[in-house]
């Protein structure tokens, strides 16, 4: 899996040349189908069991999945000896991902309420695909699991060895004159997090933890032990010296930190963003229900129990 890893080591490159950019979209491509060829071999050094489930965390546009859908293809293998299973939280990309693989988007997930997918369509090859918010909806059975570039989006605790002892990082409003409107604090005293993550042998200053990736691996790896399958992840890495990870990239160029702290602030607040989209999560006396049931306020458009 060498291959895999110098191009995306490649794509992080600060600076590059446009040539170089589409000399690398190309490599990227014939990585993906080299995913695609892997697939296929490994599933056919395991005797080719089916029904066979792709299982894909965080499929983005749908990019890895169409190219290994159209290895599979020709090498006899479509239609619905074949499943594709998307985990993902974006309702959009989920959209984006249909419209790749199945060439129109017309899943209305109203359909699927009782499902414990919210989204379900056919490939232009014939094979079902459905959408899942969480690997633990995807149906057990035996599955090739990939993830490529989905652990890195997990949310992390930034943990930091101080002289008081261990504190972590975290991010406050910044009510100053400045440009940035987020800033980085350190907690006043220890954190859940520094109190469970942190072991007494620990030697680094400062550590970066992922319990949701934590949670998933392990859940990826008693799949396979009880149902059979292979996973491949693919993803920015270290081997465990690097410290601090957290980074921003825009058009193949990395933006400082106190950037991205600014362009998540403005993607939630800006309109043409996820501004007139932006929901709040709100808490209200049970006394009240009924009224708000009948008089939701303006902006809330689900109420849940
Ligand atoms: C950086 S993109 C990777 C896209 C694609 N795999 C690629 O390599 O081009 C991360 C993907 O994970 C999805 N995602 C982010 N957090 C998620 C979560 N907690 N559960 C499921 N999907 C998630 C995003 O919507 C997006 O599709």
């Not at 290895?71 to 074949?82: I, N, R, Y």
């Not at 992922?210 to 149902?227: G, M, Q």
């Amino acid at each position: 899996m060498q291959p895999v890893r110098i191009c995306l080591e490649a794509r992080e490159t600060t600076s590059l040349h446009p040539r170089y950019v589409r000399c690398l979209v190309k490599c990227y491509d014939i990585v993906l189908q080299l995913v695609g060829v892997w697939v296929y071999s490994e599933w056919y050094k395991l005797g080719s069991p089916k029904p066979l489930q792709l299982v894909e965390l965080g499929p983005g546009r749908g990019t890895l999945m169409q190219d290994i859908l159209r290895v599979l293809q020709q090498f006899g293998e479509a239609g619905s000896d074949l499943s594709v299973h998307f985990v993902e939280v974006s309702e959009e990309l989920s959209c984006k991902q249909e419209e790749k693989l199945c060439g129109v988007v017309q899943s209305n997930k109203d359909d699927y309420e009782k499902e414990l997918y919210f989204k379900k369509s056919t490939t232009t090859g014939g094979s079902p695909v459905f959408w899942y918010r969480h690997l633990g909806s995807v149906p057990r059975s035996f599955s090739v699991f990939l993830a490529n570039e989905f652990f890195d989006v997990l949310p992390i605790h930034k943990i930091c060895k101080t002289e008081d002892g261990w504190r972590e990082v975290l991010i406050d409003i910044d009510e100053g004159d400045g440009p940035h409107h987020l800033r980085y604090v350190l907690s006043r005293a220890e954190t859940p997090a520094t109190k469970v993550f942190i072991q007494p042998e620990e030697t680094r200053d400062e550590i970066e933890v992922s319990p949701d990736a934590a949670v998933l691996c392990e859940e990826l790896a008693s799949r396979i032990e009880e149902d059979g399958g292979i996973a491949l992840i693919m993803d920015y890495g270290h081997d465990g010296k690097d410290s601090s990870t957290f980074r921003n990239l825009m058009k193949h160029c990395h933006l400082d930190e106190q950037k991205s702290l600014i362009s998540g602030f403005k993607m939630l607040t800006d309109p043409l963003k996820m501004g007139t989209r932006f929901k709040f999560l709100a808490f209200f006396p049970a006394a009240v229900k009924d009224f708000l049931k009948k008089h939701p306020p303006a902006g809330f458009y689900r109420y849940e129990d």
